[in-house]
């Protein structure tokens, strides 16, 4: 899977994103990480600048529509090249934004199901909409909170998205069990040593007992979500009602 991110600090990006688990990733050529200026694509080849005031007043910058522009087509025409022999179509452009709908796992799940994604990072105080009208599939948030730049969160939705492409993680069944992929809070979880600070791992682990294992975690998956995120619990409990008990025949004494 490919990420291409247009932004204003590239250097910020990739750093941020080619080490540890996504860096070897990027090494044995399941991902790539193609972080390009914007500056490389403005028309003011003297100041390199990318950022203008906005019509009407108010305050800051606003970035201007033809460098975001230019570095969009140089990154779309080199997908498009590369896939010449396949049908053409239109690559999905994320761009970071807090009016954007609300990031989550299934959105995630959706865009790694892509082979290419480009991310736009915006700085100062936005973006030109004339050039989001005319580029932008996706707008996106990671939370309800202003950042500086859209670097950040653009790497937050990357690692999400990265780490559910086949072979990214070294054990592909932990991405099917984390919080969020059955609409619940993980379970708790507990390794060596057994006992810890006269603090003693439920003995339910240590049975041996696989299908009591389950049914423990399950439990405290739908109890940890009640407690810390209740808004998901109404929800998996709307979608999960919970089985009528059957009952019990009684039996008919004998007169």
Same mark, same amino acid.
């Given at each position: ?116 994604? =480009?991310? $736009?990072? &915006?700085?100062?105080?936005? @973006? *030109?909409?004339?050039? %989001? #009208? ?69 003995? =339910?682990? $240590?049975? &041996?007992?696989?299908?009591? @294992? *389950?049914?423990?975690? %399950? #439990? ?36």
């Amino acid at each position: 899977m490919n990420f291409h991110i247009m932004t204003l600090f590239p250097e910020m990006v990739e750093q941020g994103l080619t080490t540890s688990i996504l860096g070897r990733a990027v090494e044995h050529n399941l991902i790539t990480i193609d972080a390009v200026n914007i500056r490389d694509y403005t028309d003011d080849l003297k100041h390199r600048k990318v950022d203008d005031y906005t019509y009407g007043g108010g305050a800051g910058m606003l970035m201007q529509a033809q460098p975001i522009y230019d570095c969009w087509k140089a990154i779309e025409s080199k997908i498009q090249n590369k896939n010449a022999d396949s049908v053409s179509h239109k690559t999905r452009v994320i761009y970071v934004t807090p009016q954007g709908s609300v990031f989550q796992q299934n959105m995630a799940q959706t865009f790694a199901k892509e082979d290419d994604l =480009i991310f $736009l990072c &915006g700085h100062y105080e936005g @973006v *030109d909409e004339r050039v %989001l #009208e005319t580029i932008v599939t996706d707008y996106v948030s990671i939370g309800d909170y202003v950042l500086t730049g859209g670097e950040l969160p653009a790497m937050v939705m990357i690692d999400a998205i990265a780490r559910l492409v086949p072979g990214v993680l070294n054990n592909d069944v932990s991405a099917e069990t984390e919080s969020f992929d059955d609409g619940l809070l993980e379970y708790p979880q507990y390794s060596r040593p057994e006992v810890w600070m006269d603090r003693k791992v439920p003995q =339910i682990l $240590l049975s &041996g007992d696989h299908a009591k @294992v *389950d049914q423990w975690r %399950l #439990e405290q998956s739908i109890e940890r979500t009640r407690q810390r995120r209740p808004d998901l619990y109404e929800k998996w409990i709307a979608e999960h009602p919970p089985k009528p008990e059957k009952r019990k025949r009684r039996k008919k004494e004998n007169e």
